[in-house]
């Protein structure tokens, strides 16, 4: 069964300062992995997905992810943090058929001025 | 594009009064739809999926039920609310691998 773990629930950096968010995946297949932003009381909105083309993605908001295998982690960056980036992050892992995501429990980045 | 709607998008009611939440997608045609639930400090929970008209599929057994009276159309409902039935109620709908959501519908039973 697929599956996948954020590793801290808060992370809280200052603003100019690289921003990382950690998931690692368990998946008996490739997998297919996603990386959704929620702003307060929004709904989720997607930074990035990789689905086994390009191992480095890029996504909106300056962010960007690497598949790594060897490590079965699909970590979330971006090389300056802005205030406009405190919200949740989710990551998530494609599972089964009719494309449903299994969840990670997110980690909320909090960005001090 | 694509556009999806939910509504209503703040809903406050009694435990033991029914519950009808609508979802809408515009832009696609046949997409699969699903129901999530998010309770604070438990991430999200899928509740229902359906990949076509009158097809439900239910993950957790649970107080709610869903239906699928048209293509683009899924509702979420409810007989009898229960206190822990509180929550952001997000819908969700994919073509391929991808699911975009909606923006929400908070439910408060009290």
């Known amino acids: 069964a697929q599956s996948v773990t954020q590793l801290g629930s808060h992370v809280s950096v200052s603003e100019g300062a690289l921003v990382l968010l950690r998931c690692n995946y368990s998946?008996?297949?490739?997998?297919?992995l996603f990386w959704y932003v929620q702003y307060p009381n929004q709904g989720l909105q997607l930074l990035l997905k990789?689905?086994?083309?390009?191992?480095l993605v890029k996504g909106i908001n300056g962010f960007e992810a690497e598949f790594k295998k060897s490590e079965t982690s699909f970590h979330l960056t971006k090389p300056s943090a802005h205030m406009s980036d405190a919200a949740e992050y989710f990551c998530a892992v494609k599972r089964g058929s009719n494309y449903k995501l299994t969840f990670g429990k997110g980690t909320l980045l909090t960005v001090n001025p | 594009s694509q556009t999806i709607h939910q509504w209503p998008a703040t809903l406050v009611q009694p435990v033991g009064s029914p519950l009808s939440l609508e979802c809408t997608v515009e832009?696609?045609?046949?997409?699969?739809l699903y129901w999530y639930r998010q309770a604070a400090g438990r991430g999200l929970q899928l509740l229902f999926y359906s990949v076509g008209i009158g097809q439900i599929s239910s993950e957790v057994p649970q107080n709610l039920s869903a239906s699928r009276p048209q293509d683009r159309q899924f509702i979420l409902s409810s007989k009898k609310l229960l206190l822990s039935d509180s929550g952001f109620y997000l819908c969700?709908?994919?073509?391929?691998?991808?699911?975009?959501f909606g923006p929400g519908t908070r439910l408060l039973v009290l």
């Open positions: 832009g696609t045609s046949n997409p699969n």
């Open positions: 998946s008996s297949v490739p997998p297919y």
């Open positions: 990789y689905t086994s083309a390009a191992t």
């Open positions: 969700a709908w994919s073509v391929r691998e991808t699911q975009y």
